[in-house]
């Protein structure tokens, strides 16, 4: 390493004194200059960037063979833009994880924490089967920070399910590595960078009147608890979902009480009692019946 030095010069017909400042040690990489009116001033700044060199030489000399190493590396990543190597190790601390943790540590933490808050459980199996899904493979041992866009968009592709299901799945571990954002484990969620998987909207299934009655006749046949059953959601229009969870406590007198733990999005509302629905109500029953789902089977499947 040359030692840099303070020279007698002569800038526009003048005696001076010039000290040039190598490239390594300036901002933009390139070999500059410094003018000075004396040689007292030249050789005290000269001194200044001999001192720091020989800092900054030692101190490299001084660190381990693997952080040299490293650093070597780190330059040929860089490749051109190494001037940003300072801006990069920044940038990095910022959004560096704060823990290491693997995929399968984040999975039962999340599916913890989801069960804590409240999940319907219908929405934590779900929510376990798409991680179950995900972590296979040997998967669940590698660690979350390691985890691609790419890596996640080919599992995606890869599921032999439906459009529905493939979308249902990526909504999942997207919430699984939204968690770990949320906690700092991760800068970025990798789930995010995928494009949702397209599905047919399909119309919804509409029911004839002649199919109403046949469904009807059926559970007639069963008996007026199945009768009840199938009445508040032909003419209550409940979801099948809500029609399972209702009990007799939620037929009231004019309205059914669809409360925020049955209804869909937690959202209470109140189902009106039309005559049409009154009249099969009157015919009794109980919605509490004893296997009512085989039975429903035999009705709605002509089993």
Not at 12 to 18: D, E, I, L, P, V
Not at 33 to 41: E, G, H, I, Y
Not at 72 to 91: F, M, P, Q, T, Y
Request: glycine share 8%.
């Amino acid at each position: 390493m040359r030692i840099i030095k303070a020279r007698p010069a002569n800038k526009n017909g003048k005696a001076a004194w010039r000290v040039v400042v190598p490239g390594d040690m300036t901002a933009n990489g390139k070999q500059t200059q410094r003018w000075f009116p004396d040689a007292v001033s030249a050789k005290e700044f000269a001194g200044t960037l001999n001192s720091q060199r020989t800092g900054t030489a030692t101190r490299l000399i001084g660190l381990p063979q693997a952080t040299q190493a490293q650093i070597l590396r780190a330059l040929d990543i860089l490749g051109n833009r190494a001037d940003e190597i300072e801006d990069a190790a920044s940038l990095w601390i910022r959004t560096a994880p704060t823990a290491k943790m693997t995929l399968d540590t984040l999975i039962a933490e999340v599916t913890t924490a989801k069960a804590a808050a409240g999940l319907r459980p219908a929405s934590l199996r779900g929510l376990k089967a798409s991680l179950k899904a995900f972590r296979a493979g040997g998967r669940g041992a590698k660690q979350i920070c390691d985890v691609t866009p790419n890596e996640v968009a080919e599992w995606i592709a890869g599921q032999d399910v439906a459009a529905a299901t493939r979308l249902g799945r990526l909504i999942d571990v997207c919430t699984l590595f939204s968690y770990a954002v949320k906690r700092g484990y991760l800068a970025k969620n990798p789930a995010k960078a995928i494009d949702k998987p397209l599905r047919d909207e399909k119309p919804p299934g509409i029911l004839t009147v002649e199919q109403c009655k046949v469904i009807l006749r059926r559970a007639m046949a069963d008996g007026p608890d199945l009768a009840r059953f199938v009445a508040i959601q032909l003419f209550g229009g409940l979801r099948p979902a809500e029609a399972w969870k209702i009990t007799e406590e939620h037929i009231l007198a004019d309205h059914i009480n669809i409360t925020a733990a049955i209804a869909k999005g937690r959202r209470r509302r109140l189902v009106s009692i039309n005559p049409t629905l009154r009249a099969w109500l009157d015919l009794g029953g109980k919605l509490e019946a004893k296997n009512r789902w085989r039975r429903w089977n035999v009705v709605h499947l002509g089993k």
